[in-house]
């Protein structure tokens, strides 16, 4: 993947765009709109305003016509008055260019951090809390509202908040015995790759703070959900 990535772009590398970008996108659009408490808007024009400042300096290629028949832009619409980062990602000619530039938006990412560590780590901690909250009214919700952003700030919302930490701990108890069983039939190797495996995708996306990153978390989890279950049956097998 790296040679084909060099091949192609004259850069070497694995991990995609959205692991450099992403985290701008999200964790940074909502600690500093709070932090300097302005409007979103403001803030990604700002951005954008650094964006193409980046371009001129840097003598990037890049074709303004491109993105006006393309999708439209994030949180708002692709117009000239109206840019974000993206904007300028997009317009970028050459991929090892928009590689650079996704090394740039990084680099603005981790000195927002380091400016405002607390209020980062505490949006931080609220997102790894909330990522493994379990979500069993998510195609209900998505049947009712138009967009998340539209549900998310509903009261409908706030009201199921309640059942789903009920739900959740209601599973992740069933898959702690689960654990508990693997390790008294000293299935220690198993054990290691499920967890580990769950970790591995936990870890990239805790800070995301949305509750679908988790999807591939279950797929390890349910195999301990499984051994929990066995172990309850087992348990009521032994009491009859």
């Not at 300028?88 to 090892?96: A, H, L, P, S, V």
Request: glycine content about 4%; some cysteine; overall charge positive.
């Amino acid at each position: 993947m790296g040679f084909s990535n060099y091949f192609r772009s004259g850069y070497f590398y694995i991990m995609t765009a959205d692991t450099k970008v992403e985290m701008h996108r999200t964790l940074v659009e909502r600690v500093m709109v709070n932090q300097l408490n302005i409007p979103l808007n403001y803030f990604l024009q700002q951005e954008a305003e650094e964006s193409h400042k980046w371009i001129k300096t840097n003598k990037i290629k890049v074709n303004y016509d491109f993105d006006h028949t393309h999708t439209i832009l994030r949180k708002f619409n692709s117009t000239p008055q109206n840019k974000n980062f993206m904007y300028y990602r997009r317009i970028i000619i050459d991929e090892g260019d928009r590689v650079q530039f996704d090394k740039f938006i990084r680099k603005r990412t981790f000195m927002f951090m380091f400016d405002y560590p607390v209020e980062f780590s505490r949006e931080i901690v609220k997102g790894a809390f909330h990522t493994p909250l379990l979500n069993p009214f998510h195609i209900y919700s998505d049947h009712r509202f138009i967009s998340g952003e539209e549900y998310y700030g509903s009261e409908l919302h706030k009201k199921f908040i309640p059942i789903r930490i009920i739900y959740s701990l209601l599973i992740f108890i069933i898959i702690f015995f689960g654990i508990m069983h693997l390790l008294k039939k000293r299935d220690y190797k198993n054990l290691f790759l499920l967890i580990i495996s769950s970790l591995y995708f936990y870890v990239t996306i805790f800070w995301h703070g949305n509750t679908r990153y988790f999807v591939p978390c279950l797929i390890y989890s349910s195999i301990l959900f499984g051994s929990g279950m066995n172990y309850f049956l087992s348990f009521k097998k032994n009491l009859i």
